[in-house]
């Protein structure tokens, strides 16, 4: 059973150096997790690397592989345990995917490290964002974790990132834990760790000082009317079979305390509609008279429908009513949650998909386990258009993707909304870091940004990342406030996210290196 038990974890070596340094790892993760859960451990980020830096740089390359599977499992689980609220095979699927790409920066580090330590510690910048990067550009993408999200309490430090976009503060923070793994070094001079100390400080005072010098003392107020309409509605309430009322209902008195006679833009949150109001004629109806009597556009999250394919597919949405009440634009969502949402490429592995497990692994529908959707992404970002400008909806996952709000903001976006629907979490931590990512997007693009979340949180903020008006969590309302329109692009928003895409450049070039180095010696033997 032990040894049953040590290859399924894969991870317990014999060694007790070794097994002690897995142990160690195990608390190094849980501390860098704990950087990016509030504004008093925050700081965490800039030390919790060194010692991991400094264990992985001594392992064998073998050794290397599968100690950075055990960091990566033990970071990712405690980074988004709560994922299991939602889908348990989601979040362990979610988490071995992500420790696996731990795994190969750390085994290309070591493996670099190994042929010279300067050109390992000049790599591991490079190999960790482009890690970070990386997690974008597929349908696996989960971005969720990137470590410069741990500074988004610190909004001085956090507007680099409208010139760097977040990765590029990723790669900061990781210079910082290599300079400071050098004071642990004996063999490095005394010279050499003041100058590491030094260079540290000065990286850190520089963010800071950039910030202090780039954001306005005296925030200007918002001129363009909004409404967020919060209505913390349970999950087992929303969608009770034959409930639907009770969303409408509820939203539409929400919208007429905020009624005018100026076109003011609602919001609603994700799924707030628990319908499919791209086929319920009745239900558009309803929600247009709700905006017809608001005397505004509504922005409404609902679920859709319609063929690709020759197959009927099934979409996460969002439906734009005008003020007569006439539904004129729609959006299906493109970012969908791996393992959650969606199979990742589930047209390329029918065997993964909803129907074809179930067929064979009974036992989901018997003991009802909480499996993935089956939702179909989206072809292409929507611009929302209004009388006087434009605008974007990211839904939920949405926000986690840099280069996609800046795509948005390319097409012509005026400011950027995000609904969400983060009440299948409850008021785990999951919700905070998904809100202060919303946040960081917000900074980058130096656009304003409504976020609108069932339960919370739901607020406006800044183009450099201050919140101007917010709800309380699960609280019910209509926010009324004010916004203002984008009027210069930062420069991230310019020249999007260079230091993401050399960073991974370089990581794949270094990786096909050393995977035809290991072909050759294989065929040569």
Not at 1 to 8: E, G, V
Not at 21 to 27: K, P, V, Y
Not at 488 to 501: A, N
Request: proline share 4%.
């Amino acid at each position: 059973m032990k040894a049953i038990f040590q290859k399924i974890l894969f991870f317990i070596p014999k060694d007790k150096v070794l097994r002690n340094q897995r142990f160690e790892l195990i608390l190094w993760a849980f501390l860098l997790s704990l950087s990016f859960y509030s504004e008093m451990t925050g700081f965490l980020a800039w030390i919790a690397l060194v010692r991991p830096i400094a264990i992985f740089s001594k392992l064998s390359s073998k050794e290397a592989f599968r100690t950075g599977f055990f960091y990566g499992f033990f970071l990712n689980l405690f980074l988004i345990y709560w994922v299991i609220m939602v889908t348990v095979p989601g979040v362990f699927g979610a988490v071995f995917l992500l420790a696996f790409y731990v795994a190969i920066i750390i085994w290309l580090f070591n493996k670099v490290y190994a042929i010279k330590p300067i050109f390992g510690l000049t790599a591991f910048p490079f190999l960790w964002v482009g890690l970070e990067y990386f997690r974008t550009l597929t349908e696996f993408s989960f971005p969720w974790s990137d470590i410069g999200y741990s500074q988004s309490y610190y909004l001085k430090i956090m507007q680099i990132v409208s010139v760097t976009s977040v990765h590029g503060l990723s790669f900061i923070i990781i210079i910082v834990n290599i300079l400071l793994w050098q004071l642990l070094r004996k063999e490095v001079a005394v010279e050499r760790k003041l100058t590491s100390i030094l260079v540290s400080v000065a990286l850190i005072g520089g963010l800071i000082s950039f910030g202090w010098i780039v954001m306005p003392k005296y925030p200007l107020p918002g001129t363009v009317d909004v409404v967020l309409l919060q209505g913390s509605v349970p999950i087992e309430v929303k969608w009770a079979k034959g409930n639907e009322w009770h969303s409408f209902n509820l939203y539409d008195s929400l919208a007429q305390t905020a009624a005018d006679t100026i076109p003011k833009l609602f919001i609603w949150p994700e799924t707030s509609a628990p319908t499919y109001l791209s086929h319920n004629a009745e239900y558009r109806k309803v929600v247009g008279q709700t905006a017809k009597k608001s005397g505004g556009y509504h922005i409404v999250g609902a679920l859709g429908a319609s063929y690709k394919n020759k197959k009927q597919r099934y979409f996460n949405s969002i439906y734009q009513f005008n003020p007569e009440g006439q539904f004129v634009q729609r959006y299906d969502k493109m970012k969908l949650v791996p393992y959650a949402e969606h199979v990742p490429y589930q047209d390329y592995f029918p065997f993964l998909q909803k129907d074809f497990v179930e067929k064979y692994l009974t036992f989901i529908k018997t003991y009802n386990v909480q499996w993935w959707s089956d939702f179909y992404p989206g072809d292409s970002i929507t611009l929302f258009k209004m009388p006087d400008y434009e605008y974007a909806v990211l839904i939920c996952f949405e926000s986690t993707f840099p280069e996609f709000s800046r795509e948005a903001i390319q097409k012509g976006a005026s400011f950027l909304v995000t609904v969400t629907n983060d009440t299948w979490f409850g008021a785990s931590v999951g919700i905070h870091m998904h809100s202060r990512i919303f946040l960081t997007r917000a900074i980058e693009n130096r656009t304003w940004g409504v976020r609108v979340a069932n339960s919370g949180f739901t607020y406006v903020v800044d183009g450099y990342g201050r919140i101007r008006d917010e709800l309380e969590l699960f609280e019910v309302a209509a926010l009324q406030s004010k916004i203002n329109l984008l009027e210069e692009k930062s420069i991230f928003t310019k020249y999007g996210d260079i230091i993401g895409y050399i960073s991974w450049l370089i990581t794949l070039v270094l990786f096909c290196i050393f995977i035809v180095q290991w072909i050759i010696r294989k065929f040569t033997k």
